[in-house]
């Protein structure tokens, strides 16, 4: 009895690690310069090799003794945690001191209509109203474009050709890392 209300608390803190995790790999992807297939397919890679020699503790993970169900939850685990390892490390053990200050020239602009969530009573919800993403396009000055989510104020200030500031800092691993200020240059 005791041995399984340990086995359920540690896998509810897992779970909660590999959801934060997952979360860690979204959100660095984004503002690290390297396309995201090379970290995940090296993750993925070796997650291959080491998922056969882990085989009973995906067992003991997923409570199955079935190979066809551990195998896949074992790359799926162990492909986000790597990968979210390489980006956090890149992205937190970069060197702020040497950063480069760069401009990106607004490209485009666009807005993605969204719908908020209404509850209608317990367990219940439906579509709300509607409200409006809006999101700018930037040209790095590697010719790289960016998409980046802004608010109404810049939206609608902003303009086709604008510059905007970045700045670009080395990472631990050696990609480099996006990181923007909120100036907005007015020259064309």
Request: proline share 2%; with cysteine.
């Amino acid at each position: 009895m005791r041995r399984n209300v340990v086995r359920k608390i540690l896998l509810i803190l897992l779970a909660f690690l590999w959801l934060c995790m997952a979360g860690t790999l979204v959100a660095l992807a984004g503002v690290t310069h390297i396309k995201w297939w090379i970290p995940v397919g090296v993750s993925l890679v070796a997650a291959g090799v080491a998922v056969w020699p882990l085989r009973g503790v995906w067992a003991w993970v997923t409570g199955f003794n079935k190979l066809w169900i551990n195998i896949p939850a074992g790359i799926l685990i162990i492909t986000v945690a790597l990968s979210s390892l390489f980006y956090g490390i890149n992205y937190f053990g970069s060197d702020t001191e040497a950063a480069i200050d760069k401009t990106a020239v607004v490209a485009g602009k666009y807005s993605e209509e969204r719908y908020r969530t209404r509850r209608l009573a317990r367990g219940r919800t439906t579509r709300g109203e509607k409200y409006y993403a809006y999101f700018l396009q930037l040209r790095m000055e590697d010719g790289t474009i960016f998409n980046r989510q802004v608010g109404t104020g810049a939206y609608i200030s902003a303009r086709v050709g604008d510059k905007m500031s970045y700045e670009v800092e080395r990472g631990a691993l050696g990609f480099d890392v996006v990181k923007f200020t909120n100036s907005r240059d007015k020259d064309r």
